[in-house]
């Protein structure tokens, strides 16, 4: 059963004449007659009756009638959703995550993207900063958060988006305040630190005041080298030595454990997206900006 026997069928029951449906379908009158001919040797059914003013139901052909509209919409449905998927936005979309996902909205991002590209599927790799760029140099990633220094952001061949920009500060175990309060960053560098591995953020940050030409040129006492905020938290707690922490989180734990805040040091950082400036443009991860856009506007 052809979908113009159908067709036929429909405007002929609409028009009540075969004249006029043929003009609706843009066919010959001899064709509309042919499809009807065709559709009730298909069915075995008496389909219409002729009249003085031309063409009538039958009790078969009302009973099939909303069933050849219900047929027709859903091909036109078929053919539209087709349609649709020539300019579907699908593929994968690899993404670097860093930090605890509360503080990057990755939930909030992720269910936007889903909304907004269905066809997407993500791939999650959480790491440190660093390693988001290096990754996605190597292809190894499409996207990824970034924690960014403000005045010495990556350039090219990386495109970055600034999210948010917060604080780093120096948290001690409880009972260092007289160590720690109101001190500058040359007397810090004589307590113990703990160490971070080069790919993170508080490596880089800590680079502008401590070393060789940095902003003190001391070098700190470096106790452990820990590669997890988690557990540089952990350490601090147990008193082993001095973290950078972020600003909200320092103020959680000095707040609920009597930790220690260094009152007279500070350093900014941004949190951003970045992808390769090159690929900015493919559909799958012009998806992933527009999702993050609308998180974070």
């Not at 953020?201 to 997890?228: I, K, N, Y």
Request: contains cysteine.
């Amino acid at each position: 059963m052809e979908p113009q026997t159908l067709r036929a069928f429909v405007a002929v029951a609409r028009e009540g004449n075969v004249s006029r449906a043929a003009q609706r379908l843009h066919l010959s009158q001899p064709a509309v007659s042919l499809q009807l001919k065709a559709l009730g040797e298909v069915t075995g059914l008496l389909l219409f009756t002729r009249t003085p003013k031309g063409m009538a139901l039958t009790r078969d052909g009302a009973a099939l009638l909303p069933l050849a509209d219900k047929a027709l919409s859903a091909l036109s449905d078929f053919g539209q959703a087709a349609a649709a998927l020539h300019h579907t936005v699908r593929g994968t979309l690899r993404i670097g995550t860093i930090l605890d996902p509360e503080f990057t909205r990755l939930g909030a991002f992720l269910k936007t993207l889903v909304e907004s590209a269905p066809q997407i599927g993500t791939e999650l790799r959480q790491g440190m900063s660093g390693q988001v760029l290096s990754q996605i140099a190597r292809g190894e990633l499409d996207v990824g958060f970034f924690l960014d220094l403000p005045d010495d952001p990556a350039g090219p061949p990386y495109q970055l988006r600034s999210l948010a920009r917060f604080t780093y500060r120096v948290l001690a175990p409880a009972g260092w305040g007289p160590q720690v309060r109101g001190k500058d960053w040359k007397a810090l560098a004589a307590l113990p630190w703990l160490a971070t591995p080069a790919a993170s953020a508080h490596h880089r940050l800590l680079r502008r005041v401590f070393g060789p030409g940095s902003l003190t040129g001391a070098e700190p006492r470096r106790v452990a080298l820990v590669d997890q905020e988690a557990s540089m938290l952990d350490l601090v707690k147990s008193g082993v030595g001095l973290s950078l922490v972020r600003d909200s989180i320092a103020i959680r734990e000095a707040q609920a454990r009597g930790l220690v805040i260094a009152d007279q040091v500070a350093l900014e950082c941004d949190l951003s997206f970045v992808c390769l400036a090159a690929r900015a443009g493919d559909p799958v991860i012009a998806s992933a900006l527009a999702a993050l856009d609308s998180v974070w506007a």
